[in-house]
């Protein structure tokens, strides 16, 4: 299967920029681009073991979760070797991660995840120096493997309503966990169910008769030789989920569970022999891990999303479908314009949000240096920002995933297309670590309260906005440019922050309480932080490219401005509702904008395949029959239906049993 | 499990309509609700054979077929026996399809969903009397199980392009089928992998050396007695999907298989012993076939969607998370607002949907009869009217649905809340029988013909708005009201159609194709069909709930102005960009819009459990742990998780095999 399709190659040679160029572009430059190529050689090295057998998508669940471990285990044996985990902190701990969630080949999660994602990173920010040594190092060498348990059956968003319960006592000097009811067993943590035997538990802490709010506990819930759950602990998985079914999502409950008191993780907060619990200093810094998690979460969304569309474009050169004109040869469907706005505003969206994620992660790596040192100036604003921008991209990631699924058609409903997981992956990060709705209101509270200020409290860098086009002298006039555009969208936000503001402020006014005059303007509020999320992700992937493009070759700039133009000119066209109502936007205007549009698809269509290309993700990751480089879509699909254990048989042991007795009337 | 959630008893009691009546206006009369109950009775008279074992999550994809072959050999057994099938014809087969789709407890799709849907109707009505004799009987009694083949793995939306041929053989008065490569195999035809043994094909017929175009033929592709295919057919099943992976989708291909002269379905085109072509006189009528399935499609995309909608509703208000007010208990999730917008809008929907189904359903029954007595005259109305419809209640559907589903947060992920499977379900229609994106080209299409010849052709029913808003006298006020909010939607869908017909004129003109102008124009067109059917639904859903309201008690009728209310004051906020732009909306009249969409779900929020009950859709059918009536969600997670084959053992077999060797460092 190593002939490429004619289609994929005369797009191949029309590509206008140097491919190679636009991957180190991407990766961040050619360094980056090695060293992950040389990761996933190590992962490939193992191909034979990773990709034997019957594809997953055939397999029970419970097969499904053996085969993960088995290939688990491969994976992250491979991974142990590449990084030298000895002296690993915060930052080489990032390595670690990229390498689960980048060269990993576990396409739909892995028992493994979060003992990488959650577990470690807690232990390293929350264990004293006592607790590091003793575990540090045994989960680092995956000597033990650990998760991550906050979240119970009744309890998500509100984590000061969790219920388990931790109550020291002194006699033993122990902590006693207790699940008192059935909505208070833990319900979702990766690989909790057969694969963990440490556990991070988040409890309800009780000295001295007090409850002194959550904190976070180390648990053993299975014996290290036999993995026979310990006594008091009733330990299992979930049940399937719409995807993430590696992942081994578990339960947890525990009848009077006793640990150490010296498994109460104290670097922050701490309890004393004699029961005094003294509290945490600067108990804001758990905000550093939350946010750390959004940044990687909207990195993710690339990823993901970069997926979705490489998938359909490469799809999209080679099924060609009906014919323009009679007796001509039936078209390529990327050659319809209605297929192009789907596709290439996604590889468009890439590109932002590729550009936002590395801005959040820089403002992130800036603030977290001034939270250790003390200053939490920055903090609201920076939460303010990972919410938003991890609420939009996983919604837009979600979004345009599903896009691209739909303009594959029938094939894209194929479990082998590999669209109908990247779905379900996206869409549950719209979910996890915060519902985006609540998100986005938490960024609302923070953008109400600075309008509240703006006049007298000095303006940081990316709320400054609101002050500039707010100011007595601003001149809205609308202009048909990129810079233009942008100027729309964050006098959309400040007007529709503003008017949040206005109708809260007349709410009150008139006897309503505070918490009503909330939920009844809730639905405005989400809808402010969205505008201002989309303001802020414009503003950045056009300042940053243009910061950018003189390092990039000719070539390679002409398309990038092209995508900037396509993302900006198209949310435009998505949001001209609002600029209608809140800017000078003419309806001339919005008739350019829709010229302009199918100009830049027009433009963009010759290097479609090839910017996917430069996205470089090798086909083992990929996993997609549409999507190979190869472009062999029919052959795949048919191969793959090959592998389905039914087809094994000419006739299934069912008609004999039920289907024949059936026919003949005799059931 | 039978006691209620006390969150759940409280809102019925709270109901200010009777919750049986809704559900006979729902269902359309109290005889066709009892009717319904005795049907869903006898299914559930097998509830313990229907529903024993491993729930399907966790099966295999080959345990799953195998078990949809048991319970739909059960399932098929008692509608045989609920129906008098010996006089069957069309309308008979519908009441065989209600069963299908209502009563049926296939959550997943089923085998023989198609020898119902598509190949008994195709039979009926393209069989010429000596084939009905020789088939239908059987067909109806299940002696046979067939299906329809038509689309190919290069072919579905451009159906002249199917590679598939059926040459005519003098000599023997055979045609052989063949399938000339690897993209004309069939693809995806439900039943075909492993159930049925008799499938109609559709094949470009060659006689005389010459291509007559796409016809169909009754195949035999497995032998009755033993199954196994017939010499020269490649017969198997495609593979896993999104959803539907119970209905044993297939390919199948033909290496020269001979079939009788007889085989070719005759009722309207025929092939002479002598090999004469003898075309059909009114090759329209098969249309009919087409936007039947189109109809039947708008009515499954509202049970899809109540079932989503019951689900999240029922768990919305067992759900308790967050305190508005510090000290507070828990707020059920129904209260916050914009978890009401995200539901109570699902539920205008599906009266939204379910009024226009009925329409289209008596538009279709009226022009039909006119079709079979030779009058044309509106199939190319009822065609594009079916067209937009099955577009616009598809995605609707799916997108409400996955609102639902994103509600419900975490636990909307688990499959056992059946959320993911629902949306799996309504996503798959937006593609199969017409891509959304093309039949609402096609809409458009018929569209910029009416408004080319307003002026000169006499306008029939569904598009006479377009003159009326269009006349010279014609008064562009706007008002807050439904009337008002209706017209306006008129307005938008009459402007754009005008203004696509003005950019493809102009291009013309300009000296570019007919086809580049259309293909560059598409994204307008598509906007401007999707435009003209939300004129359509909203206007449909507007008079008859008027026509019908008296026919209700006066408190029934109260909430059922409210869901139109909501329905269309959702709709004018979800595109009052349209309505700014082309029509005289003001920035006041939005702000009057969004209050009073806030206080239409504040009037909804009592009655929204009672809404949902009165789909009154059983336990069984909607399969749910979220959703079932007594609301004891938390309980039948853990039940269900529970039931998973991996919760069986403590230890899994795979930690000794391969994760305490990894753990050990030994692997």
Redesign the interface.
Known sequence: MNKVNEDLLRERSKCTFNIEELTHFLDGGIEVTLERKRREQAVLSKREELFCGVPD???????K??NS??KG??L??ILRQIYNMENSNLSDYRNVLNGVLGASISQDGSPFGLHYIMFMPVLISQADEEQKKKWVDRAL?????GTYAQ?E??????IR?LETTATYDLETQEFILHSPT??S?K??PGGL???ANYCIVVAQLYTKGKCRGIHPFIVQVRDEE????LPGIKV????????LNSVNNG?LGFDHVRIPRTNMLMKHAKVLEDGTYIKSKNNKLIYGTMVFVRVIIVFDSVNYLSKAVTIATRFSAVR??????EGEP?LQIL????QQ?MIFTAIAGCFAMKFNARRLWDTFNGINTQLHEGNFERLGELHALACCLKAVSTADAARFT?RCR?AC??H?????SNL?LTY?LT??S???EG???VLL?QTARFLLKVWREIDTVPVTPTIAYLKTVSSPGFQDKWENSIKGIVRGFQIVSMKKISSCVEIMTNKIMSGM?Q??A???T???L?SAAESHCRAIVLSTFHEDLSKMSSTVSAPLAEVLQQLLELYTVYWALE????L??YTSIS?TD?EYL?RW??TLLGKIRPNAVGLVDGFDIIDEMLDSTLGAYDGRV??R??A????????AD??????H?????????K?
């Open positions: 998508e055939y397999l029970s669940h419970k097969e979760y053996e471990i088995r285990t491969i992250f044996k060498n995956c000597q033990i493997i979240t059956l009744g309890h998500g968003t509100f309503g059935l909505t067993y319900w979702w169910g057969q694969t036999t993995h026979e759950p299992g998985e979930i049940g399937t989920k719409m995807g339960y060609r479908q009906s014919q323009l004109k039936e050659d319809y314009v209605t706005e599903e739909l058609g029938g894209g409903y194929m479990h082998s109908p379900a869409t549950a719209c979910t996890y519902d985006n709705t209101l309480s918490e009503d909330w939920n009844t809730s639905i405005q989400v949001k001209y509702g609002d209608l109502l309806k919005i829709r549009l199918v029919y052959e699909l048919m793959q239906a090959q592998k389905s254990p039914l087809n000419t006739v299934n042991k069912s008609f049993k039920y289907l024949k007795p059936f026919m003949k009337g059931l």
